[in-house]
Nanobody
């Protein structure tokens, strides 16, 4: 059974940090590109960060220099380190797994709220 379980969300003050984790099981994690997306009510889900199975990384312009994506294939886990958080980072954060042959899996999401 495929499972993507996000954790690490919560409430943080502006300027603070959080580290999200997405623990995966039920598929060959190392063969999948992994991404973090976020969504706020009434808006489309947007890409935050991407890491390929080979380790190539891209970021949305809005998080470049503040967020870091990484993966640990031994633990089947992808991480998102978020520093210098801003109120506009408030959203539900989702992890996504994509295989080169087109298979896609999504997690259930974790809420991140940045507020004083």
């Amino acid at each position: 059974q495929v499972r993507l379980a996000e954790s690490g969300g919560g409430l943080v003050q502006p300027g603070g940090s959080l580290r999200l984790a997405c623990a995966c099981s039920g598929f060959t994690f190392s063969a999948f590109a992994m991404s973090w997306y976020r969504q706020i009510p009434g808006k489309e889900r947007e890409l935050v960060a991407y890491i390929s199975d080979g380790g190539d990384i891209t970021y949305a312009d809005s998080v470049q220099g503040r967020f870091t994506i990484s993966r640990d294939n031994a633990k089947n886990t992808v991480y998102l380190q978020m520093n210098n958080l801003k109120s506009e980072d408030t959203a539900v954060y989702y992890c996504k797994a994509v295989a080169y042959w087109g298979l896609v899996y999504w997690g259930q999401g974790t809420q991140v709220t940045v507020s004083s």
